[in-house]
């Protein structure tokens, strides 16, 4: 079983800076894609940035220039960069990863979230 944990998010003032982890913990032995989403209350969860193994990297057009995804394969860990924090960043933000992971002779794929890390940006 593969397993998410989301960290660093926090409370900041509009232009400061946060950088989130995303660290996965089990018998992982891919990370083919790693996503970081964000939700507010009564709306949709929308995907923020994206990083596959390939080295693609997308963002929604509202983060570019202010975010950065990235990862360290060896420590199956992901980062989201926030900079220029805005109020509209304001969110839980989680983050999403497919890959294989190794259970016993077996090799299977993951596709999990983590449970969440809560953003808050005062004007």
């Known amino acids: 079983q593969v397993r998410l944990m989301e960290s660093g998010g926090g409370l900041v003032q509009t232009g400061e800076s946060l950088k989130l982890s995303c660290a996965a913990s089990?018998?992982?032995?891919?990370?083919?894609?790693m996503g970081w989403y964000r939700q507010t209350p009564g709306k949709q969860r929308e995907l923020v940035a994206v990083?596959?193994?390939?080295?693609?990297?997308d963002y929604a057009d509202s983060v570019k220039g202010r975010f950065t995804i990235s990862k360290d394969n060896a420590k199956n860990t992901g980062y989201l960069q926030m900079n220029s924090l805005k109020p509209i960043d304001a969110a839980v933000y989680y983050c999403?990863?497919?890959?294989?992971?190794?259970?016993?002779?077996?090799?299977?794929?993951?596709?999990?979230w983590g449970q969440g890390t809560q953003v808050i940006v005062s004007s």
């Open positions: 089990g018998s992982i032995t891919s990370i083919n894609r």
């Open positions: 990083i596959t193994s390939g080295g693609y990297i």
């Open positions: 999403n990863a497919e890959g294989t992971y190794q259970s016993g002779p077996y090799f299977l794929s993951f596709n999990d």
